[in-house]
């Protein structure tokens, strides 16, 4: 596959989305700009979480926009308290959810806590919030999801395959479970880790194995 063929699918996997270094700014006020009509938000960490939400519900038949759910990247896990300060009062009048990775669990609990939203205590109480916890993030959870054998199989559709067998003969990545490689290797360029977040998601749909953490998420603001 040369160059050409594979920016073509880099660019069609990204359809409908900013990339690069400010690409969660301008997804942020893009949501920010939908807010003020929304009947639900769903909080996550960052864009990939986004797009995997998005590309989950789209693959469900359900449109978010028509529903009035908006996908809100906060850009990071401690940007969580701050941002449920920010909504005020408007979080009584909106259905809340969210999803976190499982190292950020804690920081989502206190800041729940901290914004009179409830008391959770426990993952299950956080679930019962409508915030679901991925482990041991959305990577792991798609990687997972696909299988092994089904990652490198997308690697090899996108022409990447040849870039990823390069990371394993690393010294630091030679000789690891493949699963830890290719977390490694989609976690190496943020446009990469956007463009699988999009193409895991469709891969482990049609398996229907889409993660539990995005399925949950989905399911309570249905």
């Known amino acids: ?20 270094p400010d690409a969660t700014t301008r997804a942020l006020a893009d949501a920010h700009a939908k807010i003020g009509d929304a009947a639900a938000l769903i909080l996550v960490e960052g864009l990939s979480d986004q797009i995997a939400l998005e590309t989950a519900a789209a693959g469900r038949g359900r449109d978010l926009e028509a529903e009035r759910v908006v996908v809100v990247p906060i850009g990071g896990a401690h940007a969580i308290g701050r941002y449920l300060t920010e909504l005020g009062p408007l979080t009584a009048r909106v259905r809340l959810a969210g999803l976190c990775d499982v190292r950020e669990e804690e920081i989502f609990r206190r800041a729940l806590v901290a914004a009179g ?9 956080l679930a019962g919030l409508g ?7 959305l990577e ?30 690393q010294p630091a990545w030679r000789g690891q479970e493949p699963e830890r490689q290719m ?29 539990r953490p995005l399925a949950a998420v989905l399911d309570g603001i249905a």
């Not at 939203?117 to 109480?125: E, H, K, N, V």
């Not at 915030?131 to 993030?137: A, I």
């Not at 977390?183 to 993660?211: C, K, V």
């Open 1 to 20: 596959m040369d160059l050409a063929q594979r920016r073509e699918l880099a660019r069609r996997a990204l359809d409908g989305y900013d990339s690069g």
């Open 117 to 125: 939203i409830g008391a959770p205590t426990s993952r299950a109480d």
């Open 131 to 137: 915030f679901h916890v991925c482990v041991d993030d």
């Open 140 to 169: 792991g959870e798609l990687i997972r999801a696909v299988g092994a054998a089904g990652v490198e199989a997308l690697f090899d559709s996108q022409g990447d395959l040849g870039s990823f067998q390069t990371l394993q003969g």
């Open 183 to 211: 977390w490694r290797f989609l976690r190496a360029g943020s446009r990469r880790n956007l463009r699988y977040a999009r193409l895991l998601t469709e891969a482990a749909m049609s398996r229907d194995a889409l993660p």
